[in-house]
């Protein structure tokens, strides 16, 4: 199975801050890689797919890179709405894997 | 739009079945793989099982492998999960989820979930 490493676990960030999440595979899995968003009690939101296209509707301050083993999920400019749970999630192969989450958390 | 609505979620005993349903409206339902995808409380998001467009394909985690089985019925827009030797670790809320058209596009939508407690 491939094991997806995200990194940090939790950050604390300002309204207006950078923030960049990175997420690591256990083995290559070219661009097949997703970003979800979960706010506390909601469901999870597609962002991104192809590790760096945004679904429709998803602001363009949000940004990904990456490909092989190494990916990122960028805020530009952290807005008081993105404050949520990350979790990036690799469908290269089954099963699919998701990294364990990086909690966003106002400073 | 695409509506994923889960239902059939609750309070099962240690060992006891449940068939967790998920309603499709919005696009074309034999188009596209579906998935099923938990998470218990407090905890991060588990792939449970998907299925191909046509039913034919199924994967399933090796943590419910044996004991879950995923179908579909394209005529009724619908998703199934039937969950047979409950235990304790399958507690949590189950997502229904819109793959794409192919086993390697990603997760578009997602429902609302539905809850299985397994509890004596």
Redesign the interface.
């Known amino acids: ?1 491939i094991q997806m490493t995200q990194s940090p676990s939790s950050l604390s960030a300002s309204v207006g801050d950078r923030v960049t999440i990175t997420c690591r595979a256990s083995q290559v899995i070219s661009n ?1 890689l ?1 970003w ?1 968003q ?1 706010k506390p009690g909601k ?4 962002l991104i ?2 590790a760096s296209t945004l ?1 429709s509707g998803v602001p363009s301050r949000f940004s990904g890179s990456g490909s092989g083993t190494d990916f990122t999920l960028t805020i530009s400019s952290l807005q008081p709405e993105d404050f949520a749970t990350y ?1 990036c ?1 690799q ?2 192969s ?8 990086t909690m966003v958390e106002i400073k | 739009q695409v509506q994923l609505v889960e239902s059939g979620g609750g309070l099962v005993k240690p060992g006891g079945s449940l068939r967790l349903s998920c309603a499709a409206s919005g696009f074309t339902f034999s188009d596209y793989y579906m ?1 099923w995808i938990r998470q218990a409380p407090g905890k ?4 449970v099982s ?1 299925i191909s467009s046509g039913g034919s394909t199924r ?4 943590s419910v492998r044996g004991r879950f089985t995923i179908s579909r019925d394209n005529a009724k827009n619908s998703l199934y999960l039937q969950m047979n030797s409950l235990g304790a670790e399958d507690t949590a809320l189950y ?1 229904c989820v819109k793959d794409g058209r192919s ?11 539905t809850l299985v407690t397994v509890s004596s």
């Open positions: 199975d097949y997703a979800f979960q469901a999870p939101k597609s797919y192809a679904q979790y999630q469908y290269n089954y099963p699919r894997t998701f990294g364990q989450g | 998935s991060g998001l588990e792939w998907s994967y399933y985690a090796d997502y086993a390697t596009t990603s997760i578009r939508d997602w429902g609302q979930g």
